[in-house]
Protein backbone atom coordinates (compact mmCIF):
# COMPACT_ATOMS: atom_id res chain seq x y z
CA UNK A 1 0.00 0.00 0.00
CA UNK A 2 1.50 3.28 -1.47
CA UNK A 3 1.62 6.48 0.93
CA UNK A 4 -0.65 8.98 -0.12
CA UNK A 5 0.34 12.31 -1.00
CA UNK A 6 0.68 15.15 0.86
CA UNK A 7 2.97 18.16 0.07
CA UNK A 8 6.07 18.69 1.57
CA UNK A 9 5.42 21.81 2.96
CA UNK A 10 2.87 24.49 2.96
CA UNK A 11 3.18 28.01 4.30
CA UNK A 12 0.97 31.32 5.51
CA UNK A 13 0.66 34.25 7.62
CA UNK A 14 -1.12 34.86 10.31
CA UNK A 15 -5.13 35.34 9.74
CA UNK A 16 -4.72 33.71 6.62
CA UNK A 17 -5.87 30.14 4.97
CA UNK A 18 -4.12 27.63 3.85
CA UNK A 19 -5.39 24.26 2.16
CA UNK A 20 -3.33 20.71 2.78
CA UNK A 21 -4.16 18.00 -0.27
CA UNK A 22 -4.15 14.63 0.38
CA UNK A 23 -4.28 12.42 -3.11
CA UNK A 24 -4.83 8.47 -2.84
CA UNK A 25 -6.83 6.26 -5.12
CA UNK A 26 -10.49 4.64 -5.22
CA UNK A 27 -9.34 2.29 -3.25
CA UNK A 28 -8.58 4.30 -0.11
CA UNK A 29 -9.70 7.97 -0.44
CA UNK A 30 -11.88 7.56 -3.42
CA UNK A 31 -13.52 4.38 -2.40
CA UNK A 32 -14.76 5.50 1.23
CA UNK A 33 -15.30 8.54 3.55
CA UNK A 34 -13.24 7.69 6.08
CA UNK A 35 -10.07 10.33 5.37
CA UNK A 36 -8.86 11.99 9.04
CA UNK A 37 -6.74 13.93 9.59
CA UNK A 38 -4.07 14.52 12.42
CA UNK A 39 -1.67 17.51 13.88
CA UNK A 40 1.61 16.24 14.89
CA UNK A 41 3.91 18.37 16.96
CA UNK A 42 7.02 16.68 16.98
CA UNK A 43 7.65 14.92 20.61
CA UNK A 44 3.75 15.40 21.25
CA UNK A 45 1.02 12.77 20.98
CA UNK A 46 -0.80 13.34 17.83
CA UNK A 47 -3.91 15.08 17.79
CA UNK A 48 -6.51 13.95 16.00
CA UNK A 49 -8.48 17.18 13.87
CA UNK A 50 -11.30 16.04 10.87
CA UNK A 51 -12.48 12.37 10.69
CA UNK A 52 -14.66 11.04 7.97
CA UNK A 53 -13.18 13.39 5.66
CA UNK A 54 -15.23 16.87 7.20
CA UNK A 55 -16.16 16.08 10.92
CA UNK A 56 -14.48 18.29 13.77
CA UNK A 57 -14.42 16.12 17.33
CA UNK A 58 -15.53 18.28 20.09
CA UNK A 59 -12.42 20.95 20.99
CA UNK A 60 -11.18 20.76 17.80
CA UNK A 61 -11.69 24.76 16.21
CA UNK A 62 -14.18 25.62 13.86
CA UNK A 63 -10.93 27.03 11.73
CA UNK A 64 -10.06 23.65 10.83
CA UNK A 65 -12.25 21.85 7.78
CA UNK A 66 -12.26 18.83 5.86
CA UNK A 67 -13.73 18.02 2.18
CA UNK A 68 -13.12 15.36 -0.23
CA UNK A 69 -13.18 15.19 -4.54
CA UNK A 70 -12.75 12.16 -5.92
CA UNK A 71 -9.63 10.43 -4.97
CA UNK A 72 -8.25 13.65 -3.48
CA UNK A 73 -9.10 15.44 0.44
CA UNK A 74 -8.64 18.03 1.53
CA UNK A 75 -7.65 20.11 4.67
CA UNK A 76 -8.06 24.08 5.10
CA UNK A 77 -7.14 25.86 8.30
CA UNK A 78 -8.40 29.55 7.90
CA UNK A 79 -7.57 32.47 10.06
CA UNK A 80 -4.45 31.06 10.53
CA UNK A 81 -2.13 31.20 14.28
CA UNK A 82 1.16 30.72 15.71
CA UNK A 83 -0.09 27.91 17.46
CA UNK A 84 -1.29 25.86 14.19
CA UNK A 85 2.14 25.43 13.52
CA UNK A 86 3.03 21.80 12.78
CA UNK A 87 3.39 18.68 10.77
CA UNK A 88 -0.30 16.87 9.66
CA UNK A 89 -0.87 14.03 8.40
CA UNK A 90 -4.12 12.59 6.35
CA UNK A 91 -5.16 9.09 6.45
CA UNK A 92 -7.64 6.79 5.03
CA UNK A 93 -8.94 3.41 5.34
CA UNK A 94 -8.71 0.72 2.53
CA UNK A 95 -10.07 -1.54 0.96
CA UNK A 96 -7.43 -4.05 2.08
CA UNK A 97 -9.17 -3.50 5.86
CA UNK A 98 -5.62 -1.66 6.37
CA UNK A 99 -4.84 2.23 6.93
CA UNK A 100 -2.54 4.56 4.77
CA UNK A 101 -1.23 7.18 5.92
CA UNK A 102 -0.12 10.47 4.08
CA UNK A 103 3.57 11.59 3.74
CA UNK A 104 3.17 14.67 6.24
CA UNK A 105 2.90 18.49 5.54
CA UNK A 106 4.68 20.47 7.37
CA UNK A 107 2.80 23.73 8.38
CA UNK A 108 4.73 26.96 9.03
CA UNK A 109 3.24 30.39 10.02
CA UNK A 110 5.24 33.17 8.73
CA UNK B 1 -9.42 11.77 31.07
CA UNK B 2 -8.09 9.21 27.99
CA UNK B 3 -4.51 8.30 28.59
CA UNK B 4 -2.12 5.77 26.61
CA UNK B 5 1.15 5.37 27.95
CA UNK B 6 3.65 3.08 26.21
CA UNK B 7 6.52 1.68 27.55
CA UNK B 8 9.49 -1.16 25.95
CA UNK B 9 11.12 0.71 23.78
CA UNK B 10 15.14 0.49 23.06
CA UNK B 11 18.27 0.22 21.71
CA UNK B 12 18.48 -3.60 20.06
CA UNK B 13 20.81 -5.53 17.63
CA UNK B 14 19.15 -6.75 13.91
CA UNK B 15 17.58 -9.86 14.91
CA UNK B 16 16.67 -9.25 18.03
CA UNK B 17 13.13 -9.12 19.49
CA UNK B 18 11.32 -6.43 21.66
CA UNK B 19 7.95 -6.34 23.54
CA UNK B 20 5.97 -3.03 23.11
CA UNK B 21 3.59 -2.63 25.89
CA UNK B 22 0.56 0.58 26.24
CA UNK B 23 -1.43 1.10 29.21
CA UNK B 24 -4.68 2.19 28.82
CA UNK B 25 -6.75 4.47 31.21
CA UNK B 26 -9.85 6.60 31.75
CA UNK B 27 -12.51 4.51 29.25
CA UNK B 28 -13.55 1.36 28.83
CA UNK B 29 -10.22 -1.01 27.25
CA UNK B 30 -12.14 -3.79 26.26
CA UNK B 31 -14.93 -1.93 24.02
CA UNK B 32 -12.51 -0.04 21.53
CA UNK B 33 -9.85 -1.57 18.42
CA UNK B 34 -6.34 -0.89 19.30
CA UNK B 35 -3.58 0.29 16.94
CA UNK B 36 0.22 0.49 16.88
CA UNK B 37 1.51 3.21 14.58
CA UNK B 38 5.02 4.08 13.78
CA UNK B 39 7.46 6.85 12.50
CA UNK B 40 10.80 6.24 11.49
CA UNK B 41 13.41 9.07 12.13
CA UNK B 42 12.43 12.27 9.61
CA UNK B 43 9.50 9.84 7.95
CA UNK B 44 5.77 10.16 7.91
CA UNK B 45 3.46 8.28 10.36
CA UNK B 46 3.00 4.69 9.03
CA UNK B 47 -0.09 2.24 10.32
CA UNK B 48 1.48 -1.07 11.61
CA UNK B 49 -1.14 -2.96 12.94
CA UNK B 50 -4.41 -3.72 14.41
CA UNK B 51 -6.77 -5.58 17.08
CA UNK B 52 -10.29 -5.77 17.31
CA UNK B 53 -11.70 -5.03 21.27
CA UNK B 54 -12.43 -8.84 22.48
CA UNK B 55 -9.03 -9.79 20.96
CA UNK B 56 -9.96 -12.69 18.05
CA UNK B 57 -8.92 -10.81 14.96
CA UNK B 58 -5.77 -8.86 13.65
CA UNK B 59 -4.18 -7.44 10.96
CA UNK B 60 -0.87 -6.53 9.97
CA UNK B 61 1.31 -3.87 7.76
CA UNK B 62 2.65 -6.01 5.01
CA UNK B 63 6.15 -5.11 5.81
CA UNK B 64 6.18 -6.40 9.51
CA UNK B 65 3.53 -9.74 9.11
CA UNK B 66 4.96 -12.70 10.29
CA UNK B 67 7.69 -10.88 12.53
CA UNK B 68 5.16 -8.79 14.85
CA UNK B 69 2.38 -10.04 16.75
CA UNK B 70 -0.33 -7.73 18.49
CA UNK B 71 -1.78 -8.91 21.54
CA UNK B 72 -4.19 -7.51 24.33
CA UNK B 73 -4.82 -8.33 27.96
CA UNK B 74 -8.38 -6.66 28.85
CA UNK B 75 -8.02 -7.79 32.40
CA UNK B 76 -4.83 -5.31 32.48
CA UNK B 77 -6.15 -2.70 29.96
CA UNK B 78 -2.76 -3.38 28.43
CA UNK B 79 -1.88 -3.60 24.26
CA UNK B 80 1.00 -5.48 23.42
CA UNK B 81 3.61 -5.59 20.39
CA UNK B 82 6.13 -8.20 20.12
CA UNK B 83 8.49 -7.88 17.61
CA UNK B 84 10.67 -10.17 16.35
CA UNK B 85 13.75 -10.34 13.67
CA UNK B 86 14.09 -6.82 14.19
CA UNK B 87 15.27 -5.16 11.32
CA UNK B 88 17.41 -1.37 10.62
CA UNK B 89 14.42 -0.17 9.07
CA UNK B 90 12.21 -0.77 12.02
CA UNK B 91 13.56 1.84 13.78
CA UNK B 92 10.89 3.77 14.61
CA UNK B 93 8.72 5.96 17.45
CA UNK B 94 6.01 3.40 17.99
CA UNK B 95 2.46 5.08 19.36
CA UNK B 96 -0.06 3.08 21.08
CA UNK B 97 -3.74 4.59 19.57
CA UNK B 98 -7.34 4.07 19.86
CA UNK B 99 -9.31 3.34 16.62
CA UNK B 100 -12.73 4.91 16.97
CA UNK B 101 -15.00 3.58 13.44
CA UNK B 102 -12.22 4.26 10.95
CA UNK B 103 -9.95 6.83 12.55
CA UNK B 104 -7.76 7.04 15.77
CA UNK B 105 -9.09 9.32 18.03
CA UNK B 106 -6.52 8.95 20.82
CA UNK B 107 -2.99 8.79 20.83
CA UNK B 108 0.13 8.08 23.06
CA UNK B 109 3.26 9.94 23.34
CA UNK B 110 5.83 6.84 21.85
CA UNK B 111 8.38 5.00 22.62
CA UNK B 112 11.12 4.68 20.61
CA UNK B 113 13.21 1.64 19.61
CA UNK B 114 16.10 1.83 17.88
CA UNK B 115 17.58 -1.20 15.82
CA UNK B 116 21.50 -1.23 15.59
CA UNK B 117 24.69 -2.85 16.16
Known amino acids: QSALTQPASVSGSPGQSITISCTGT?????????VSWYQHHPGKAPKLMIFEVSNRPSGVSNRFSGSKSGNTASLTISGLQAEDEADYYC??????????FGGGTKLTVL | EVQLLESGGGLVQPGGSLRLSCAASGFTFNTYWMHWVRQAPGKGLVWVSR????????LYADSVKGRFTISRDNAKNTLYLQMNSLRVEDTAVYYC??????????WGQGTLVTVSS
Open chain 1, 26 to 34: SSDVGGYNY
Open chain 2, 51 to 58: MNSGGSTT
Open chain 2, 97 to 106: TRGRNYYFDY
Open chain 1, 91 to 100: SSYTSSGTWV
